[in-house]
C-alpha cells in the first residue's frame, strides 16, 4: 500500500491511498488543482480514482468535492447524516448512483481493500474515522474527535501507518484569541484531540508493524509541529516506551512525500 498525505489542517484535509487495484481519496477539503498537482507529482492521475471516502460535512472536507467528482468517475461513500449535512449545492451534483451510504462499525470493501469503519466523537452530524487493511498492510486514519472510545483500541492496534489527530497544546488554545465557547468546544468530548491525548493514546496502540505516525490536523494557532514531537517524546518517555522503529511526521498544507509501505 501506499499512501499520500496531501493535505491536513483547519484549511482543508486530502489523503490519498493505492493499492495493487485500489485508488482511494480520503476526503476532499482543497481545490481540484492542488489534489491533482499533488498526485502528479507523485505519478498518479486524479482520473483513475476508485473511491472518495468522506470523514464528516465540515467544509475542510468537503470544500473541493464537486469538482472532483466531476473530474472522475469515484463512487462516494459517507454516512447518510454527512450527505444530508452536505450544502445543497453539492448534494444536487451527486449522481445518486454514485453515492454508496456506509455507517459506523461497518466492514465493507472497494476492490481488493478491506475498510472498517471507526465511530469518531466531533461536532458533525455522523463523523467516522477508517481502518484500511490490504496486501498484508493496515492503514489507521482518525482525525478530528474530542476522544477514542476504549471500545474501539483493540481494531486501532500495531497498524503499519498512522494519520492521527495531534491538534492543539491546550496552553496555547486557552492564551489565544479565540472566543471561549470555541475553546471550550475544542476541549470538549466532541473537539480535537491535544497533542498530549493523542500520544497517549498512540503509546496504546503502536506495535512492532507501525512504521509511520503522521500527527494530522495541527492547529495553526494553537500548535507547533515541534511541540506535537516534543510532547509525544515526552509521554512515551514518561510511559517508559520507545517509538520502536516507527517514524513521527507532522502534516501540514503541504503533501508529504509519498510512503511506500
Known amino acids: 500500500m501506499k499512501l499520500l498525505q496531501?493535505?491536513?489542517?483547519?484549511?482543508?484535509?486530502?489523503?490519498?491511498?493505492?493499492?495493487?487495484?485500489?485508488?482511494?481519496l480520503i476526503d476532499c477539503g482543497i481545490s481540484k488543482k492542488r489534489i491533482s498537482d499533488a498526485l502528479d507529482n507523485e505519478n498518479h492521475l486524479i482520473e483513475d480514482l476508485d473511491a472518495i471516502l468522506i470523514t464528516h460535512e465540515h467544509t475542510d472536507h468537503v470544500s473541493g468535492l464537486v469538482p472532483v467528482i466531476r473530474a472522475t468517475s469515484a463512487k462516494i461513500y459517507l454516512t447518510r447524516p454527512t450527505y444530508d449535512g452536505l450544502p445543497l449545492k453539492t448534494r444536487e451534483v451527486l449522481d445518486s448512483s454514485r453515492v454508496?451510504?456506509?455507517?459506523?462499525?461497518?466492514?465493507?470493501?472497494?476492490?481488493d481493500i478491506i475498510i472498517e469503519t471507526v465511530q469518531i466523537f466531533h461536532d458533525a452530524r455522523d463523523?467516522?474515522?477508517?481502518?484500511?487493511?490490504?496486501?498484508?498492510?493496515?492503514?489507521?486514519?482518525?482525525?478530528?474527535?474530542?476522544?477514542?472510545?476504549?471500545a474501539f483500541l483493540e481494531k486501532l492496534k500495531n497498524a503499519d501507518l498512522y494519520v492521527f489527530e495531534s491538534n492543539h497544546d491546550p496552553e496555547i488554545l486557552m492564551n489565544s484569541d479565540r472566543p471561549y465557547a470555541t475553546k471550550m468546544r475544542i476541549l470538549g468530548d466532541h473537539g480535537h484531540l491535544s497533542n498530549?491525548?493523542?500520544a497517549y493514546l498512540m503509546t496504546k496502540l503502536i506495535?512492532?508493524?507501525?512504521?509511520?505516525?503522521l500527527l494530522a490536523h495541527l492547529s495553526?494557532?494553537?500548535?507547533?509541529?515541534?511541540?506535537?514531537?516534543?510532547?509525544?517524546?515526552?509521554?512515551?518517555?514518561?510511559?517508559?516506551m520507545t517509538f520502536l522503529n516507527a517514524k513521527l511526521k507532522c502534516c501540514s498544507q503541504e503533501p508529504l512525500k509519498e510512503i511506500n509501505l
Request: aromatic share 10%; glycine share 8%; hydrophobic share 35%.
Open 220 to 240: 495553526e494557532e494553537c500548535n507547533l509541529p515541534s511541540l506535537a514531537v516534543a510532547t509525544y517524546q515526552n509521554v512515551f518517555a514518561g510511559e517508559r
Open 100 to 111: 454508496v451510504f456506509i455507517s459506523n462499525n461497518l466492514t465493507f470493501s472497494i476492490k
Open 196 to 198: 498530549e491525548d493523542s
Open 6 to 24: 496531501i493535505a491536513s489542517g483547519s484549511k482543508g484535509n486530502a489523503t490519498f491511498i493505492e493499492s495493487n487495484n485500489t485508488r482511494i
Open 207 to 213: 506495535g512492532e508493524n507501525t512504521k509511520y505516525i
Open 127 to 150: 463523523p467516522i474515522g477508517f481502518v484500511l487493511r490490504a496486501e498484508g498492510k493496515k492503514i489507521v486514519y482518525i482525525t478530528d474527535t474530542g476522544y477514542v472510545h476504549e
